[in-house]
Structure formats: structure tokens, C-alpha cells
């Protein structure tokens, strides 16, 4: 059964630097997502992605956050100047036109920032 | 207001007992869908069950089913015949309007712990 990927799994940098996190969707899928959850809250939306543009984000989404589908395949997100507060784990999550409506999602990569 | 309210931070059942966890959501789209997504400690997230808003018939998927009772607003989730597998933390997660790509609402999770 077609999955989610997404790499790393876990990821430690520190505050200031820059982490790219990366998902690759099912193939045939079209829209795509970044999700985050705060160790113990709720998931969080922030961005959504389809032909090649971000369709909506979040208020958490701001100049620090950036999308990327890079090569047909890959989607990636990137954290320009990682904070503290940014420590989370991070999902993608794609759809299809044909989906029964949900989205699929990936393990997930862990974020933490020290 | 919270879109998604879920009042059962935990919950403990006897296995091959039953067991509702509640979702409430908050919408004034006539459209929307409803999900129910599973969490284990392994961190993924893995989709159970949806409910449209236009299905008159509560949605089922083995031992899942979708209470939705849509004039209270809710959309509630029975395991029937729980399993020491069915451990984990249950997301109820909610999509506003007719495009079914729109980004989804989630809860805080009621985490549930099947007892042997």
C-alpha cells in the first residue's frame, strides 16, 4: 500500500540554524500539507500546497517557514532561523483527487531544537 | 471557539468492552467532514473513520463507528470490542466546507488504554 514517507525521523539542531525537513507523498497525489504538534498538544495546521503554490497557511506559518516541491517527488519544509519554541513534531500529510476524502500522513519527523 | 473540543484527555476500558470517545466541533458550514484518526506511541498518524456531513447513515469500519448526531453537534467514536492494540491516542479532526482538500481542525486527542 502507497505511503507517506518523510526523513529524518528526529532531528536536533541548534536555535539559529537552519533544518529542511523532508516528505515524499503518494505519487499520484496532488495537494499536500505540513502539520505540526507541540509534544503534548494538539495538531496544528500550517501550510497547504497544490500546483506548485501554497494555498493556505497559518499564522504560525510566517518569513521563518518556507514550502518546496523541488523535483516532482520530494516536498520539503524548510525553518530558516530555528527557535526554541519550534521543537515539535513536524507531519506531512498528501491527498489525492480521488482520495475518500482523507489525508494520508507520514510518521512524522520530531524537531527539537536546543 | 474551539473547532474541535475533545473533553476525554484519557480514558481506561476493559478489553472486548466497548468504549465512546466524544468529539464535539463547531462549524457554521453546511459542508464539512469529520475524521477520527488513531496515534500510537509509535507517533504516526493512522485515519480511522470519516463522516460527511450530508451521510445520513453513521459511518462504520469494523469495529469503528461514527455517532454523529448533527443537530448536538457531534461525531463521537465507538470501538466496539476493544484490543490491547486499540491503545494509543484517537484524534477527531474536522474539514469546513465543499472543497474536500481544505486544511483539518483537530482536537486535543483523548488517549485510551485498553486494560487486560
Known amino acids: 500500500e502507497p505511503e507517506v514517507t518523510q526523513t529524518p525521523s528526529h532531528q536536533v539542531t541548534q536555535m539559529g540554524q537552519e533544518v529542511i525537513l523532508r516528505c515524499v507523498p503518494i505519487s499520484n497525489h496532488l495537494y499536500f500539507y505540513w502539520y505540526r504538534q507541540i509534544l503534548g498538544q494538539k495538531v496544528e495546521f500550517l501550510v497547504s500546497f497544490y500546483n506548485n503554490e501554497i494555498s493556505e497557511k497559518s499564522e504560525i506559518f510566517d518569513d521563518q517557514f518556507s514550502v518546496e516541491r523541488p523535483d516532482g517527488s520530494n516536498f520539503t519544509l524548510k525553518i530558516r532561523s530555528t527557535k526554541l519554541e519550534d521543537s515539535a513534531m513536524y507531519f506531512c500529510?498528501?491527498?489525492?483527487?480521488?482520495?475518500?476524502?482523507?489525508?494520508?500522513f507520514g510518521p512524522g519527523t520530531r524537531l527539537t531544537v536546543l | 471557539a474551539q473547532k474541535i473540543t475533545q473533553t476525554q484527555p484519557g480514558m481506561f476500558v476493559q478489553e472486548k468492552e466497548a468504549v465512546t470517545l466524544d468529539c464535539t466541533y463547531d462549524?457554521?458550514?453546511?459542508?464539512?467532514?469529520l475524521f477520527w484518526y488513531k496515534q500510537p506511541s509509535s507517533g504516526e498518524m493512522i485515519f480511522l473513520i470519516y463522516?460527511?456531513?450530508?451521510?445520513?447513515q453513521n459511518a462504520t469500519e469494523g469495529r469503528y463507528s461514527l455517532n454523529f448526531q448533527k443537530a448536538r453537534k457531534s461525531a463521537n467514536l465507538v470501538i466496539s470490542a476493544s484490543q490491547l492494540g486499540d491503545s494509543a491516542m484517537y484524534f477527531c479532526a474536522m474539514r469546513e466546507g465543499e472543497n474536500n482538500f481544505n486544511k483539518f481542525y483537530f482536537g486535543s486527542g483523548t488517549k485510551l488504554n485498553v486494560k487486560p
Open positions: 463522516q460527511g456531513s450530508y451521510d445520513e
Open positions: 462549524t457554521s458550514d453546511q459542508s464539512y467532514g
Open positions: 500529510a498528501s491527498k489525492g483527487e480521488d482520495s475518500y476524502n482523507e489525508q494520508f
